[in-house]
């Protein structure tokens, strides 16, 4: 706004004065104070911070994922050895304590009993023949012509 424009709108001196000293009050009023940079500063400020946390909480999942990692790393060692104890009590070779499958140690032990089922059974020995030997006379005759006939 200019003096020009409101005195070719026919305004008075005194209420153009008045125009624009309030006018300039506004201007005074929006165009930044100390306050403002005070302002900026802390805005700045708590920019950093946003970012420092932001790098701490990016560092800690990357902790805590790592944890879970050790945590599963830890159950999985826990597994094969009640596997490996369980197999030693079932009498399993430990070859086999790998295959053992379950959760739990009850499963555990259930799949060893029946692994154990397979694993340890014994052969039944043969039989002994029941039928007599057979007395044979001509025995000695075949053995003497077997003898000539390599001859």
């Known amino acids: ?23 300039g009050k506004a201007i005074q009023a929006v165009k930044p104070t100390e306050d403002y940079e005070d ?13 420092d946390l932001q790098n ?4 800690k999942e990357t902790e805590l994922g790592t944890l879970e990692d050790l945590k599963k790393e830890i ?3 826990k597994l094969d050895k009640l596997k490996t ?3 030693i009590q079932a009498n ?9 499958s ?3 140690e009850e499963e ?3 799949d060893a009993e029946k692994i154990a089922g397979f694993v340890n059974k014994k052969t039944p020995l043969p039989l002994k023949p029941t039928e007599p030997p057979v007395d044979d006379k001509d025995a000695g005759l075949k053995q003497m012509l077997k003898n000539m006939n390599e001859q």
């Open 75 to 77: 159950a999985s060692h």
């Open 1 to 23: 706004m200019n003096r020009k424009f409101l005195e070719e709108l026919g305004l008075e001196k005194d209420a153009i004065d008045s125009i624009m000293a309030e006018h």
């Open 108 to 110: 555990l032990k259930l």
């Open 92 to 100: 399993i070779p430990l070859e086999l304590a790998n295959r053992l």
């Open 102 to 104: 379950g959760e739990n």
């Open 85 to 87: 104890n369980i197999a």
């Open 56 to 59: 701490t909480l990016d560092s």
């Open 39 to 51: 302002l900026k500063n802390t805005n700045a400020t708590l920019e950093q911070q946003l970012a």
